[in-house]
């Protein structure tokens, strides 16, 4: 199973960016999946994370209420759609995926997922 982080780029304060991570060999049904971003200088931080079966969704303190995750099955793909982005949002954005737990399963925590795709660029600057 691989995943493709896509959508990066720069934006200004209070832009809006989506991400998309679309998983390939492995259906989504069966993967969490954690956003995690990783800016310059800092430790890895968990973003955002939706369970297996779609119900329970987590985000980090400093994105709630600017940041969406979502998911569409016929894509294999999840989303996180940004919103009111500020210079702290500023980092490589990556997904990861887990099969184990259960169907409920979320976390931010990276070391909770086994598999990671390559990250894409979101930098914030006027």
């Known amino acids: 199973v691989q995943l493709q982080a896509s959508g990066g780029g720069l934006v200004q304060p209070g832009g809006s960016l989506k991400l998309s991570c679309a998983v390939f060999?492995?259906?989504?049904?069966?993967?969490?999946i954690g956003w995690f971003r990783q800016a310059p200088g800092k430790e890895r931080e968990g973003v955002s994370c939706?369970?297996?079966?779609?119900?329970?969704?987590m985000y980090t303190g400093s994105v709630k209420g600017r940041f969406t995750v979502s998911r569409d099955i016929a894509k294999n793909t999840v989303y996180l759609q940004m919103h009111n982005l500020n210079l702290e949002d500023t980092a490589v954005y990556y997904c990861?995926?887990?099969?184990?737990?259960?169907?409920?399963?979320?976390?931010?925590?990276?070391?909770?997922?086994?598999?990671w795709g390559q990250g894409t660029l979101v930098t914030v600057s006027s």
């Open positions: 990861a995926r887990r099969t184990a737990g259960g169907s409920t399963f979320c976390s931010t925590r990276d070391a909770d997922f086994v598999e």
């Open positions: 060999g492995g259906e989504l049904n069966y993967n969490a």
């Open positions: 939706i369970s297996r079966d779609g119900r329970k969704i």
